[in-house]
Each structure stands twice: as structure tokens, then as C-alpha cells.
């Protein structure tokens, strides 16, 4: 068979690499499928050891003078000192690191999942342990089936990101049910303001989709949500950590 014929996606002109085969393409997909494997595998071994835990989440621009830079520290802090909590994060700069950096500052376990760039990802200086993954998804899948808690703080494009999709699946009951606790009420009720005039008074949400979230500034407010929240069961055969209610 002409060789040529093999090829499956010869481009309309000339490029720095050659065109891949079949077999190039299905050798391809089987080592990603293991590298995809893989991260899972390490990552939910890696979150065991730590059975009780918060996420934090929010903008990386913030920086140490910025309140709410300060604030999650703070938070942080308590929760580590009051209720013996890891604190999780994505391990990078703004409020990974204060949330991370109020952990460590208070002798607690400050958790880091990060991800591998081309440049190298900014870790913060606060972490005591941490994990990376190549794969944005599996790192975020990660973050998502790994607390007891979700707390976020004002952030851009890609909190709203993390925000949306935790609620999607708290409002599928594709995970248990998680408190997930917004921090910063003047940018967060701008947010369930658009969610009510936009979403809710179209149909395209439920009233009761409003109750997936609490926003609050009240540090004791967020200690009690999190001290009230059942502590998840970890199921080291499935990969998840789930609510027993729910199998």
C-alpha cells in the first residue's frame, strides 16, 4: 500500500512535522489514556491522607496588601487552628498562597495541586506538600472531589470557571452535597444579582438552584458551615469521596 494513503491528516501545505499515521495516532491516544490514568490514580491516593479538608479558590493576581489577599489568610488560619482542617489549593500566587500561607503560618497541613506549564507554574512559598498533574482537567476533578468545604474568593474568568462548574454538579447531584461558601459579598452578590435577573427570571435556573451557594464575610459564619457539613467517606475503589446518604 502507497504509504501516503496511510496518512490521515497530510495538510494543504508544507509544515515542520511530518503527518501522523494511524498507528501514530492510536499510540498517541493510548499514552495519553495512561498519563490520564495515572494522574487520577496519584491524585485521589494522594488526597487520603488528608480526610478533612477546604478548597479555597480565587483570583492569582491578588497580591499581599490586597484585602482579600488578607482575609483569606485569616480565614485560613482559624480553620487549620479552630476546626484542624487541611487547607487545599491550587498552589499558585493570590489566594492559593494566602489561604496556603494562613495554613502553614498556623502549623497546619497547606496542600498544593498544581499543574505543569512550558514556563514552570509559580508556586507560593507556603506549601508543606503538594502534587502536580499535567492536565488541567484531572487537577481540577481533583480539587473538586477533594473537601468537606469549597470557599471562594473574588476572582476572574477562571474562578467563575471552578464556581459554575461546582454548582453544575452539586445541582446534578453528580457529588454529594457540599457547602460552597462565597467569600466577598460586594463582587459575589453582583454575581447571584446577574444569576436572578438573567438565569431565574428566564426559567433557565430553579429558585431552589439559588440555595447552592451561601455568601458571607463572617468568619463564623463559615466555621460553623463547615463544621456542620458531614465529613465525606472516602472510596478508594471508586476514586470519589461521597456523602454515605448518597450510595
Not at 495519553?32 to 478548597?55: H, N
Not at 508556586?123 to 477533594?146: A, E, G, P, W
Request: charged share 25%.
Amino acid at each position: 500500500m502507497d504509504p501516503e494513503k496511510k496518512r490521515v491528516n497530510l495538510p494543504d501545505k508544507h509544515l515542520d512535522r511530518d503527518p501522523l499515521t494511524r498507528e501514530d495516532m492510536h499510540r498517541a491516544t493510548q499514552d495519553r489514556i495512561y498519563e490520564i490514568s495515572r494522574e487520577f490514580t496519584q491524585g485521589f491516593k494522594f488526597l487520603e491522607a488528608y480526610p478533612k479538608s477546604v478548597t479555597f479558590f480565587g483570583s492569582a493576581r491578588f497580591k499581599q496588601d490586597n484585602a482579600y489577599y488578607k482575609d483569606a489568610a485569616k480565614l485560613a488560619s482559624r480553620i487549620v487552628t479552630e476546626l484542624s482542617y487541611s487547607i487545599i489549593s491550587g498552589g499558585g500566587p493570590g489566594i492559593m498562597e494566602a489561604s496556603n500561607r494562613g495554613a502553614e503560618e498556623a502549623g497546619g497541613n497547606s496542600i498544593g495541586l498544581t499543574i505543569r506549564l512550558p514556563r514552570g507554574q509559580v508556586l507560593n512559598n507556603y506549601l508543606t506538600n503538594h502534587i502536580d498533574f499535567y492536565y488541567f482537567f484531572s487537577r481540577k476533578v481533583c480539587l473538586t472531589y477533594s473537601s468537606e468545604a469549597f470557599i471562594f474568593y473574588p476572582g476572574g474568568y477562571g474562578t467563575l470557571d471552578e464556581f459554575f462548574e461546582i454548582i453544575t454538579l452539586l445541582q446534578t447531584r453528580k457529588i454529594p452535597t457540599i457547602p460552597v461558601i462565597l467569600v466577598g459579598s460586594d463582587y459575589w452578590n453582583e454575581v447571584k444579582v446577574f444569576i436572578e435577573k438573567t438565569l431565574l427570571e428566564r426559567g433557565t435556573v430553579d429558585t431552589d438552584d439559588m440555595t447552592l451557594f451561601t455568601i458571607t464575610d463572617s468568619h463564623d459564619q463559615v466555621l460553623q458551615i463547615i463544621k456542620n457539613a458531614p465529613v465525606h467517606e472516602y472510596l478508594p475503589y471508586k476514586g470519589l469521596r461521597v456523602n454515605p446518604i448518597d450510595e
